[in-house]
């Protein structure tokens, strides 16, 4: 089973050009699916339609999220589908299986005011000038573009010159989108690139390699990784005085959304900003409009104060 997963995983990394953290995603959820059946003597090729609705209902019993077994079965479907195709099954089990489907949450975001006091705080975090000239345009082009996290610490350096006005981004599945940027992330990332350049030319003279990343690390990725994005945004809330368990970088990319849609902003501009493949995906960030706007009623008419 662990060779049919590694097959599986290799092929939508090549033929689909599926998104690294989406092929680990989907090993990890293999994975389990292969040790839930291995437990009960079965494999992927003889396993029915039957298993892999008692191990839905296991993930269910373990107190699973309706998302990730959402995602689990989407990762099973993909890889029955890829075993019908390359002919190790005759069949697809998992073709007619109903998903639990995905909660339709509101999502969290931040006030105007506070995201200018994180972007305020990130230009003073950090122990050296580099530093906070890395974290004041990291933040800057967060909030300006409502990049994604991953697309946006592993931004091409050659993506950034030129003082543009318009940044090339590539998004899940290699799509690529252009985002503009305002004049203040344009003010950080030049700031920053003159920065970086000169640590990069002192690296070079050092013997060391030139990175081609805007944000470089000395890392395996070559980048900074997500996780330490993560964690830095949290010591830029506190310095901010915003709660961390507020702040994460897609709570980010939350508030660019809702106080573009607040400032009139199109629902359709907004999906392609932030590379949505659908725009029922954009819409919930209607509702977050309603709600504010539901509540301004309730706090401000004179009927509902009476």
Same mark, same amino acid.
């Given at each position: 089973?662990?060779?049919?997963?590694?097959?599986?995983?290799?092929?939508?990394?090549?033929?689909?050009?599926?998104?690294?953290n989406?092929?680990?995603?989907?090993?990890?959820?293999?994975?389990?699916?292969a040790a839930?059946?291995d437990?009960?003597?079965?494999?992927?090729?003889?396993?029915?339609?039957?298993?892999?609705?008692a191990y839905?209902?296991?993930?269910?019993?373990?107190?699973?999220?309706?998302?990730?077994?959402?995602?689990?079965?989407?990762?099973?479907?993909?890889?029955?589908?890829?075993?019908?195709?390359?002919?190790?099954?005759?069949?697809?089990?998992?073709?007619r299986?109903?998903?639990?489907?995905r909660?339709?949450?509101?999502?969290?975001?931040?006030?105007?005011?506070?995201?200018?006091?994180?972007?305020e705080?990130?230009?003073?975090?950090?122990?050296?000038a580099?530093?906070r000239l890395?974290?004041?345009c990291?933040m800057?082009?967060l909030?300006?573009?409502g990049?994604?996290?991953?697309?946006l610490?592993?931004?091409?350096?050659? *993506?950034?010159?030129?003082?543009?006005?318009?940044?090339?981004v590539?998004?899940?599945?290699?799509?690529?989108?252009m985002v503009?940027?305002?004049?203040?992330?344009?003010?950080?990332?030049? *700031?920053?690139?003159?920065?970086?350049?000169?640590?990069?030319?002192? *690296?070079?003279?050092?013997?060391?390699?030139?990175?081609?990343?805007?944000?470089?690390?000395?890392?395996?990725?070559?980048?900074?990784t997500?996780?330490?994005?993560?964690?830095?945004v949290?010591?830029?809330?506190v310095?901010?005085?915003?709660?961390? *368990?507020?702040?994460t970088?897609?709570t980010?990319?939350?508030?660019?959304?809702t106080?573009?849609?607040?400032?009139g902003?199109?629902?359709?501009?907004?999906?392609?900003m932030?590379g949505?493949?659908?725009?029922?995906?954009?819409?919930?960030?209607?509702?977050?409009?309603?709600?504010?706007?539901?509540r301004?009623?309730?706090?401000?008419?004179?009927?509902?104060?009476?």
């Amino acid at each position: 089973m662990q060779r049919r997963i590694r097959a599986f995983l290799e092929a939508q990394a090549a033929e689909l050009g599926a998104a690294r953290n989406t092929v680990l995603a989907y090993g990890r959820d293999l994975k389990d699916f292969a040790a839930w059946l291995d437990g009960r003597g079965l494999d992927f090729e003889s396993a029915g339609r039957q298993d892999i609705e008692a191990y839905l209902v296991h993930c269910e019993a373990q107190g699973f999220s309706r998302a990730t077994r959402a995602r689990r079965l989407s990762a099973i479907r993909q890889l029955y589908r890829h075993a019908f195709e390359e002919g190790w099954r005759g069949d697809n089990p998992a073709l007619r299986i109903t998903g639990p489907g995905r909660e339709r949450r509101l999502p969290k975001t931040l006030s105007e005011e506070e995201v200018g006091r994180l972007l305020e705080a990130a230009g003073r975090t950090g122990r050296r000038a580099t530093e906070r000239l890395r974290n004041a345009c990291l933040m800057e082009l967060l909030y300006a573009t409502g990049m994604r996290v991953s697309e946006l610490v592993s931004l091409p350096v050659s *993506a950034a010159r030129g003082d543009p006005r318009m940044l090339l981004v590539r998004g899940k599945g290699g799509k690529e989108r252009m985002v503009p940027l305002s004049a203040p992330a344009r003010e950080a990332l030049a *700031a920053w690139l003159q920065a970086r350049d000169a640590a990069q030319a002192q *690296a070079r003279r050092e013997g060391g390699q030139e990175s081609r990343f805007l944000f470089p690390s000395g890392g395996r990725s070559g980048h900074l990784t997500r996780h330490r994005f993560y964690a830095l945004v949290k010591e830029i809330a506190v310095n901010a005085g915003v709660s961390p *368990a507020k702040v994460t970088p897609h709570t980010l990319r939350h508030a660019f959304a809702t106080h573009l849609l607040a400032g009139g902003a199109d629902l359709r501009a907004i999906q392609l900003m932030l590379g949505h493949a659908d725009l029922s995906t954009t819409e919930i960030y209607t509702h977050v409009l309603e709600e504010r706007l539901r509540r301004l009623v309730l706090e401000n008419h004179p009927l509902a104060r009476g």
